[in-house]
Structure formats: C-alpha cells, structure tokens
C-alpha cells in the first residue's frame, strides 16, 4: 500500500470567480489579484522539499503551479484528470442566471451526485472517480513523499470528502478558496 503527503492547492482568482460564473473547463487564465494569490502561496510553500509538482493542464491552474514552480525549483508535469468539473452547457453563464432557469436541476446535481450531470456536462461522481484514479497512480508513483497537486473547487472538494469520510453531496461545502491549500495523506488501498 502507497502513502503519499499531498498538498492539494485550488488556483487563484479568475475573473469569472469574481463574477460568479461557472467555469467548468473553459481555460480562463488568472487575473491579477489570482496572480499574486499564487506568488503568496508560492512564498508560503518555499523552502519544504517537495518530490514532484502536479497540475491541471487548464490555465488558471497551470499559472498558479507555475508561480509555485519558481521557488520550489520543480518542473510541472500536466494532467486532464486534474481538472475541474465539466460544467457542459452552463459553462459562462452566471450562477445566478442557472439557478433562475435551473434551480431544480442544480439542486438534483448536489442530491445525486452519482447520476444527476449538468447539461452536456460530467457528474460529481465522474469527477471524484478521475481525481481518486489519477491520486492512487501518484500515491503508487511517490510512495512515502510529499507532493503539490494544483487542481480546480470542485475537483478538490470530491478529495475532501473522500479523505473526511463525507458524502459526495458534501462536495459543495468543502470547496476551499481560491489557492486554498488542504495537507492530505493519500492511499492508493485505503479508500
């Protein structure tokens, strides 16, 4: 059985974080204020030995483990498991908007995190599925080290819940800030 020490890191600020829209996978890069949220994080992580460095492939990700990149001197290996949630046809628009339209169907998603998918979009359990997957690989890859995996709210919360023994329909309130950084320890059997 593989133990791993990861160090899950959420992106910085976008400005559709601001703005309050889903993002799912649309590739929208930091803005200033997510920018200097990772050079802070960045900073923060500095001078602790790390063996590898994970991110999204996603560019809000992406820029956030590349300001951590800089002071932990890791290079950055990319991984489409580590993104977030595909947010399918409500991509862009805003929260408010979906919920105005699509209230029920929102609520269903959360209730039934297994089944119920957004429009053209992936379900919470899909999400959880890839990110557990892709963090059992790491665990066997890095048995017994300390990892930075940058991902995306969402996908972190469905780690969250796994590691806290939550239910997945939990995942909405285990979604942490923006460079949001959660200290776990990884199993690849015991989960």
């Given at each position: ?14 400005d559709w ?29 500095n001078g ?144």
């Open positions: 059985m593989a133990h791993t020490t990861i160090y899950l890191i959420r992106h910085g600020e976008t974080n601001l703005e309050q829209r889903y993002q799912g996978q649309q590739d929208i890069p930091l803005n200033s204020t997510g920018i200097k949220q990772a050079q802070l994080i960045a900073e923060n992580l602790h030995h790390y063996s590898a460095l994970y991110s999204s492939d996603l560019t809000r990700a992406f820029q956030t483990a590349q300001e951590i990149a800089k002071k932990v001197k890791l290079s950055i290996t990319t991984h489409p498991a580590l993104r977030e949630i595909n947010q399918g046809e409500w991509e862009g628009k805003f929260i408010k908007d979906v919920f105005a339209t699509s209230g029920d169907e929102v609520q269903a998603i959360y209730q039934n995190p297994y089944t119920a998918r957004k429009p053209g979009g992936e379900s919470i359990g899909e999400v959880a599925d890839r990110m557990y997957a892709y963090l059992d690989h790491l665990a066997e890859k890095h048995d017994q080290q300390t990892i930075i995996v940058v991902s995306h709210g969402l996908a972190v919360a469905t780690v969250l819940c796994k590691i806290r023994q939550l239910p997945l329909e939990m995942a909405i309130r285990n979604i942490p800030e923006n460079t949001g950084v959660e200290v776990v320890k990884w199993s690849n059997e015991s989960y």
